[in-house]
């Protein structure tokens, strides 16, 4: 019963937050792009619930703000897991074994990217260049770098995140 006063707890929470938003950025529908980036911002990801607030709010189709959201590569419509990983796929990673590593998560954590695993502990993401082209192939969990990665290095980076939540 906890789980569920706790939860709905939560919800009135980020519904008071959305309409702080939308009261702070105003009603007109020029302010769409805003009070998505404050409720990103601000939720790490769009829900549908957000969506479909904002849409009654500004007097817009849902279908419409997803049409704009989705165009824009920021934002993200799946909540994210705690943790979050980037594989590189710049052409040093990728020549590297950076789809090797995606394959590696994929049997692991059973998530491809812009994917949540299932615990909501990581959400991935294959990102086109990292900066950090000598230490390929690449991968960060939670901005920490891991270089020169291989398969069984990055079990033991995500098992270490997993301790470290753990420890929290």
Known sequence: MDHYVAEATNDQHCSARLQQIIDRCGRDK?????????????EGYLSYEAISTIARELQISPHDIYGTASFYAQ??????????IKVCAGTACFVGGGDVLLEAIKATLHIGPGET???S????ERVACLGCCALSPVVTIDNEVYASMNPARLARAIEKAYRHEARE
């Open 30 to 42: 020029s302010n769409l792009i805003p009070i998505l980036q404050a409720v990103h911002a601000s």
């Open 75 to 84: 934002f993200k419509f799946q909540k994210p897991g705690r943790h979050h």
């Open 117 to 119: 695993s299932a615990d």
């Open 121 to 124: 502990a990581f959400s991935l």
